[in-house]
């Protein structure tokens, strides 16, 4: 079954990967928080078009041109009077008009005032507008006629040739119509007309020039405003060569010879302009319109205004700024979008406006709306909100920002935040990738080395060492190096248990190989017994090796087995020593007890065992003729006893694995010494076993040099 | 007059044992159980041959030390190492000392007194003029079997007993192939055959101090050892 390893490293990346949510999360609090932004500009348009609306409520004067009052508006009759930016030449060149081409409107069949079914657009036809600049009102009038008539010099009639007429309703009431029938190319000034079509006067406030062009001609004509009351139209008639003298087709904006249906012109309310005039600083683009959205006044450009002012842009000219604006920002403005300085804006020379927004509004209720420019690079907020008068909608208030401000502040923001993220994100990957890195190396290594030290075969072929970091992985290190050593110590006991059977078999073998071998040579020899006798007691040391060898086994087995009872340690210490006393008599014993009596549970043959190991290695480390003394101290809370000796000092490093593992620092020397023919073989057992007979009395047993360094203590203490 | 034999040994009943198999085989025996003893009579009279074992009671290489002296007393001495140490280092370090043999203390009594009298019988022929109806040539190598003495293209190599004994077998009929049983009966030993190898491993660094292009005792593995014919 195959499993994917999947590294240390690996799974640390993996589970450290879920902190790029945070990152995340605080992306979308950006953009919360823009829509939350959006939302209070939304609000202070709202305020900024209801203060608008405010000045503007109840106040008739200010609508008191007459299409403001109309029902409904007709396309062509109804006029409005853009506001022209420059000052018009009257010569008859349409260059002037050229950037409002757009708004020119054309007059033809729809327009005939007699509907003819013969008429054709090339005979009579042309586009028109009216613009309003300074006191005076602009007409033009780039006519289509394929046979221009001009004037006789001599006659009277003023309408037997191509004429413009010009029916006005002045401010106090009265209805004129005016006539303009020149005599050629030339300026021209108007003519009374009276209800016969005979001219009456000359009327110099109205005057222009007509220019005849290849197609037709051109009017362009200028009348004050002071002399309009908002109802106004103008028609042009025809004369071809072949009509006779009659009008052939008339074409107008509305009939000038009917005084009740009069088209309207609407101005762009100075008054009004005056009162939003002040709001040109506010940050949006104000209009006002009419209730058939045409549009009274307006101020302010939207290009300019953003909604919020971007002062950020210090100058910084550091390494960090130069390597953001280099590198940072470039990479950011892959995924954000840099609000547009240009678009295009719909509503540059509107004199109209639509959208629900402005519906709702005209429907009396404030709205706002959002809507892309229409090449999608800027957003534009508009809010509305109606102007009432007696109750009724007279018109509304649009204020229209673009979010580019907006925008601005969540680019920022965001800048900022990818700078945490990338700085984040670097640092964090790179340091868990290094602190996993080093963890796994380091544990990589820990393994190496420990499947090094350790051949094949489970021998231990080298230490190692011991890692000095004070961490999980350090401990681990330290633990196999513990662990490591006491193998390699009980492997080495093992090892030279081996060699020290050997050696010390090989004597007792030789005795009975040689005894054997003189018997086989001379059955029959005096001496006989003799060999006999040797080659028992060779195999009676051998023997006495072999049990040896079984000790901490068997010792182990009484141990479970064995009954606790209570006896009394002082008595059993004075037994002990006196016994001790016999069988070394070049040692002096000296036993000391602070007690009379005290009783300990266990077993008295056991504890004897253990004070026998005990003493046998005071003694065979002790120098000829000192002195063992065994010192039971009794205090509160604890019994000691110990027992010292003088004489050959503990290795400094081996102290605490003397106790714990088989080890015998006993010199070949020291095995051989024993006392007599009788050679006690030692396997290293002594302390080892001694230890478990002290946890069999809960007794915690050590051994140390003594302070003075003369010597060795072993310190039993019970709990 | 018999030969007599220095035997320094510490364990009271093997002392015994040997001093009885030597005595019946009509050496004269002086046995010593410790260093400063078998000193104090070597200073006085020299013993024909000597077994010693190199711990001695307190002294852990006691026996070295005596080695170290009776050769500088005599150069021609037979000395024994008789041990219960087998490890390759005191074998190494015994035989440096000058010892003609190194032997434990498991070797069977035959095993020892055959060695004793190999020893001797050198000794004695030593002191004899060559006869070469004993000497073995086999190329550049020359054996004399009865003085059990050889030459490697002319140059004296000193083997020990058991040592000449294992060469002498291999290099008796070249070509052929000894086993390790084989070779442990020509040298009247019982060891196992590590032992047998670390004996082939000394003959030949003998070889190669003289010679160090030596290459003629060759490991059949699997078999044994064979001396190599010259070509």
Known sequence: MAIIRIGLRAQLLFSASFLLAIPYLAYQYVWELESYLRLGQEQTMVGTARAVATALHERPQLFNSQSAFLSDVRPGKDLYAHK???????????QDWQPYDALMIDYSTDNLLNPSSTYQPQSLSFRHMVGQFGEYLYAVFDVTDNSVVYRNQNSLHVDRNDFLQIALLLPDGVFQRFIISPFESQWVNAYLLSDANKAVSLQRKIQGQWAQTEKGYNIELRLPLDYLAGQIAFAISDVDEDSNGQVKYSVGTADPTKSDDLGTVLLPSPQIEQIIKGLEYSNSRVWVVDKHKRVLARSGDIQKVSGFSDQTDKKNEGLWQQFEADWLLPLYYQILTKPPTQFVDDLKDAFALKGRDLDQALRGESSTLWRLSSDNKAVILS???????????????????????????????????????????????????????RISSRIRTLRNDTEHAIDIHGKITQHLSPSKTQDEIGDLSRTFVNVLTRLAQYNDYLENMA????????????????????????????????????????????????????EATRLEQTIQRCDVETFDLVALLNGCVQGYQIAHADRVFTLKASVARFDIQGSPELFAQMLDKITNNAVEFGVNGSEVFINLVTDSSKVRLFISNKGELLPANMRAELMDSMVSLRSDKQQSTSSGGHIEPHLGLGLYLSKMIADFHHASIDIENQSDLSGVVVSLSFN | MSKTIALVEDDFALRENYISALSKQGYSVQAFSNRALAEAAFTKQLPDLAIIDIGLGDELEGGFHLCQMLRALSKHLPIIFFTARDNDFDTISGLRMGADDYLTKDISLPHLLARIAALFRRNELLQTPLQASDVIQQGDLCIDSKRMTLRWKGTPIELTVTEFWMLYAIAKFAGHVKSRQQLMDESNMVVDDTTITSHIKRIRKKFQQIDSQFDCIETVYGMGYRWKMQA
């Open chain 1, 84 to 94: 022209i930016d420059s000052a018009i030449r009257l010569d008859g060149n349409l």
């Open chain 1, 383 to 437: 809010a509305s909100h109606p102007i009432f008068m007696e109750g009724s909608v007279m018109g509304a208030v649009v204020v229209e920002q673009t979010t580019n401000g907006i925008r601005t502040l969540r680019n920022k923001a965001l800048e900022q935040l990818f700078h945490f993220i990338l700085a984040m994100v670097i640092v964090g990957s790179l340091s868990l990738l290094m602190i996993s890195s």
């Open chain 1, 499 to 550: 060699a020290r059977l050997s050696h010390e078999l090989r004597t007792p073998v030789a005795i009975v190989n040689s005894s054997l071998d003189l018997l086989a040579l001379d059955p029959k020899a005096d001496d006989a017994g003799v060999y006999i006798d040797r080659a028992r007691d060779g195999i009676r040391r051998l023997s006495a090796i072999l049990t040896k060898m079984s």
